[in-house]
Structure formats: structure tokens, C-alpha cells
């Protein structure tokens, strides 16, 4: 199957609309030989009547079978509407031979923000569903799942975009295509490779970047996606289709690290002291060679909940590293942290294996940040490590994480993200949003943590905390109640090689 995937025209825009450029991929999609074109959002700049005669003057050219979903333009002034009226259905299912094609609109009127509400949702989840006996399954949807790099400041993503993400890697969905951030960016999670176009024909494009779209070839063995930008520039990746490792030989464990997160130490009913306790008598039995913490350590930054949690961690004999959460350093928390347990960014060194702590917060803010500047010294500091296994840990999610309100991403997540990937870093550990979640993108495994002790947390096994174990040929995850001790196996993964 030979598939068109192009986004973002924006006609009707007299400063930003580049019609010419419009009619150039047009010309491609028609003499191409493709057997679909997806178009993934923001036919129009306002929503305006007379944009959409003119987009659907120009979408009408195109010769071969196209699927059509608003973004968050077109929901402008009214105009999802319109979008019925003049292009199509906002939503639906179209079959295509042995692949299916599932388009769900996540635009919000009159906002940049996305959400896929609960009755889409469950559409999205029957559909998948009623075809899981297709050998290709597509999502389609404006609003990208996971954080693009080079698009400015994280913050208009999609509201539940940790459950979608969750809900197509549980149907082994093949092709996930959105478009949005107007630039393009290919990522491959588990089983499900992640496509987001850049803008066809809209002079706001981002870092520079010219037009450009996307072709997909789907084959038994592989889906071949290329990126190809106007000015000639054209990046290919090729990634194998639904592979599936079955261990049964992972080698000697090499190092076995628990990863915690909310203590929420205080005197207050919000701190569990018993699942505390609990989780100390397991911790033991599991003897760990490493505890990073990875933010949340006290309720507030104040020296009462301070001296509380040195009292509590005083329980613990075992080696420990630390990253803050905002609460952590609210109030005079900032100067408290560095008083009771270091450095802001803390390392964790052997022969083999480094652990590096990135801090993220900022005063009296939930959301995260971390800068160029901080991101150029974190990758250079990882790039000259000699330790084989590498590992980033911070408070901030880099991805979305199901069952919470997608508003914990950091400001620069699509930046971080990628360069970590790119970097083959082994491993990233996060600690916010209250919920135990690991997957794989690229060679990367990231693994975000619930909360050990606090009576805030989203997990139906209860309060928890994570064991990794690294074994010479693997990676394996498990959590572990904090309460009873019950372990369940998040994931197993391949280690890459650096």
C-alpha cells in the first residue's frame, strides 16, 4: 500500500497561504501512484465560508481516494460546520483492501488545544475493535500524541493524548498521522510508528523549515516513511512491522534500581504513612543497588516537611539520588533541597552504568522546563560518559501518560524527547502525573512512576513503586504495591547497544 499523508494548507490566508506550492503536491498525489491520500487537518486558516470554497476547490483536484479531518483552524468562528458542509465527515471509518483507516476530529472550537471526548473515544476503541483482523490499521488525527521537537513551547496538546496513546499501542495500531505543529517528525513506539506531517503550503513553518509531506510505503516486512520537503531535502526510515521478541535468554542482572516518586512526606493526612512503612520492608527483601527518586519528596518546601522527610529517609540504609518536583522547591523548598540532599542535578556512577538527574521545575509553577542551554550540557555530559548503559531520570513526563489530564508535559518535551532518542539513551525515568506507565520509542525505554506514599495517585493497584532490573540482554520493569508487595510486569525490553 502506497499512502500520501500531507497536512496543514491553511487557504485562504492572503500573508501565509502558498497556493502554488498546494498545487505542486497535488500534481505528486495524482501522478505518484498512490492508493490513498490522508489530509490531517486545518483546511483553512479562520473557518471561514470562503476559505473552504477555496480549500475545497483545491482538495477537489486530487484523483485518488482521500480521507479529510479538521484541525483546529477549521473549528474556528464556527466553522466545523462548514467543514461538513464543503469537505466531509468529521469522523470515520473508510476500508481500503486489507488496510483501515480510522479519522476522529480532536479540534475544540475556537481553541488550539485538542481533545478526543469520551463518545470518540469510544468509537475510536470499537472500530479498532471491529477490525482488529486487519493486517493494516491508521489512526488519523490533527493534534500530535507525542511532543514534536523544534515547534516552541509543549502546551497545546492533546488533553487525554496519554490514553490514546495507550488504547493504540493495545491494538497493535501500525500508523498513527497527524499534523499540527507544522513540522515534520517520525517516531516509532513499540509496534506503532508515529507520523506527523509538517505544513504543505503555509508560510508559518517552524525552524526555518520549507513546505514538505509525507509518503508511505506498507509492505509485509516494513512501512518505509519518507519525509520530503519542497526544496529537494528527503529523509527515509524504514521500520520493521509488528515485531515481537520472545526471551527466553536474558543473561546475568547487572544492577537492579526502584524508582519512587510523591512520598509527599508531611504530617498530614496526605502523606501514608503505613504504605510508607510497608514499602520499606519490601524494599529491603529486594535489596536494590540504587533508589532515584524522582520528585514529589515532601507535600511543601517547608523546614517542617523537610525535617519529616529526613526523619523517614533515615529509615532507609541504601544508596539514594534525589530530583525535585515544583512542590519540592515552592516556598524556601530551593534552598532546602540543596541542604538535605545536594545538588539539583544529581549523578549515580559505576563501570557500566550512569545515572543522570535532569531538574525541571520551576518556582510556583506545575510546569516543567529544562532550556537549550541545559540540554546542550545534559547531552554532552552523556555523550562523553564512557559507561555503556545511560540513563536520564527527572520529575517532568517527556511522553504522555494515560488516565490524567495531558498538562504535565515540560515546555520543550518534543526537543528533550528527541535528542534523547537520537542519543540512544538506554533508559528515562519520570515521576509526575500520578501513574505507573513504560513503553519504548526509538531504542529508549521510558518509564514513569506512581506515587509511593501519597494519597494522590491514579492507579487501581494502589500505591506503588517501580523495579527495574537490567540484565545484560534486557530490560524489565515491574511494579511493586507499596501496601502488599504485589508485583506486575510493565514491560521487557531488548537493551540497545551504544
Request: with cysteine.
Amino acid at each position: 500500500m502506497k499512502i500520501f499523508h500531507f497536512s496543514d494548507i491553511h487557504a485562504g490566508s492572503k500573508k501565509h497561504f502558498r497556493q502554488e506550492n498546494l498545487l505542486h503536491i497535488i500534481d505528486e498525489i495524482n501522478n505518484g501512484g498512490y492508493d490513498l491520500a490522508i489530509f490531517t487537518g486545518d483546511a483553512t486558516n479562520e473557518g471561514q465560508r470562503d476559505e473552504y470554497e477555496l480549500a475545497r476547490e483545491m482538495l477537489d483536484k486530487i484523483e485518488v481516494p482521500l480521507i479529510s479531518i479538521p484541525g483546529n483552524h477549521d473549528a474556528r468562528s464556527g466553522g466545523i460546520k462548514l467543514f461538513e458542509e464543503y469537505i466531509g465527515p468529521q469522523n470515520g471509518v473508510k476500508v481500503f483492501g486489507d488496510a483501515v483507516v480510522i479519522y476522529v476530529n480532536s479540534a475544540i472550537g475556537d481553541s488550539n488545544d485538542g481533545r478526543v471526548g469520551r463518545v470518540k473515544f469510544n468509537m475510536l476503541k470499537k472500530a479498532l475493535n471491529d477490525h482488529s483482523d486487519k493486517p493494516i490499521k491508521i489512526v488519523a488525527i490533527h493534534h500530535h500524541i507525542l511532543p514534536i521537537p523544534m515547534s516552541g513551547r509543549e502546551r497545546n496538546v492533546l488533553a487525554n493524548a496519554g490514553d490514546l496513546l495507550d488504547l493504540i499501542q493495545r491494538a497493535d495500531v501500525d500508523l498513527v498521522v497527524s499534523g499540527h505543529r507544522h513540522y515534520p517528525n517520525v517516531y516509532k513506539v513499540e509496534n506503532t510508528v508515529f507520523i506527523n506531517a509538517g505544513t504543505a503550503s503555509s508560510a508559518k513553518t517552524r525552524y526555518g523549515d520549507v513546505n514538505s509531506y509525507c509518503t508511505i510505503e506498507i509492505d509485509d516486512k516494513e512501512n518505509k516513511v519518507t519525509t520530503k520537503r519542497l526544496n529537494g531535502q528527503n529523509t527515509t526510515r524504514n521500520f520493521k512491522r509488528k515485531s515481537k521478541r520472545i526471551f527466553t535468554e536474558f543473561g546475568d542482572r547487572e544492577f537492579r534500581a526502584v524508582q519512587l516518586s510523591n512520598t509527599y512526606f508531611s504530617e498530614s493526612s496526605s502523606f501514608l504513612s503505613n504504605h510508607f512503612d510497608q514499602a520499606l520492608k519490601s524494599l529491603k527483601t529486594l535489596d536494590p543497588d540504587l533508589l532515584i527518586h524522582c520528585g514529589g519528596i515532601v507535600k511543601e518546601g517547608t523546614p517542617r516537611d523537610y525535617d519529616f522527610a529526613i526523619k523517614q529517609l533515615n529509615k532507609l540504609d541504601l544508596p539514594m539520588i534525589f530530583t525535585p518536583a515544583a512542590r519540592d522547591i515552592n516556598y524556601i523548598g530551593y534552598h532546602l533541597f540543596n541542604q538535605s540532599f545536594g545538588e539539583l542535578d544529581q549523578s549515580f556512577k559505576t563501570d557500566k552504568f550512569l545515572f543522570q538527574g535532569l531538574s525541571t521545575p520551576q518556582y510556583d509553577s506545575s510546569i516543567g522546563v529544562v532550556g537549550e542551554s541545559e540540554r546542550k550540557v545534559l547531552l554532552e555530559l552523556l555523550k562523553d560518559s564512557p559507561q555503556d548503559f545511560r540513563t536520564v531520570f527527572l520529575h517532568h513526563n517527556i511522553i504522555p501518560i494515560p488516565h490524567s489530564r495531558e498538562k504535565g508535559l515540560l515546555e520543550d518535551a518534543g526537543d528533550l524527547l528527541r535528542e534523547l532518542v537520537d542519543a540512544d539513551i538506554n533508559l528515562v525515568l519520570t515521576g509526575t502525573s500520578y501513574h505507573p506507565y513504560a513503553t519504548r520509542v526509538g531504542e529508549t525505554v521510558i518509564v514513569n512512576v506512581n506515587s509511593l506514599s501519597s494519597a494522590y495517585q491514579r492507579s487501581r493497584f494502589g500505591n506503588s513503586f517501580n523495579m527495574i532490573d537490567i540484565y545484560e540482554k534486557a530490560i524489565v520493569v515491574s511494579e511493586v504495591n507499596a501496601l502488599w508487595g504485589e508485583h506486575r510486569f510493565l514491560g521487557i525490553w531488548e537493551r540497545n547497544e551504544r
